[in-house]
Nanobody, 125 residues
């Protein structure tokens, strides 16, 4: 069973950058796509970005496109989310996700194979 652990969240000022990381364990087989979702206060959890197993394809939500880059290091079973020019609206609990199917934006979240516990990002103005 795949387990995901996020890190890198924190409190920053608007305009700053953060890099979130997610390390997977228990990946014995399967070429998992990885992604990030976020849960903002008062909203449903929403898709942010995903990347296929080979790192050759990525997708982003319109709200973060151009400010966020997803990448992965398969040798370390790790996926990163680099976020630049953060705005207060980026304040959320960020979740790492893994699934055998790419892209993750089309996947019903109820059926995504694995989720992390989340890491909190707070952006103040």
């Amino acid at each position: 069973q795949v387990q995901l652990v996020e890190s890198g969240g924190g409190s920053v000022q608007a305009g700053a950058s953060l890099k979130l990381s997610c390390e997977a364990s228990g990946v014995t087989d399967g070429r998992y796509a990885m992604g990030w979702f976020r849960h903002r206060l008062g909203n449903e959890r929403e898709f942010v970005a995903s990347i296929n197993f080979y790192g050759s394809r990525t997708e982003y939500a319109d709200s973060v496109k151009g400010r966020v880059t997803i990448s992965r290091e398969n040798a370390k079973d790790t996926v990163h989310l680099r976020m630049n020019t953060l705005i207060p609206e980026d304040t959320a609990l960020y979740y790492c996700a893994a699934d055998l199917l790419y892209p993750l934006s089309y996947k019903d979240q109820r059926y995504i194979d694995a989720w992390g516990q989340g890491t909190l990002v707070t952006v103040s103005s």
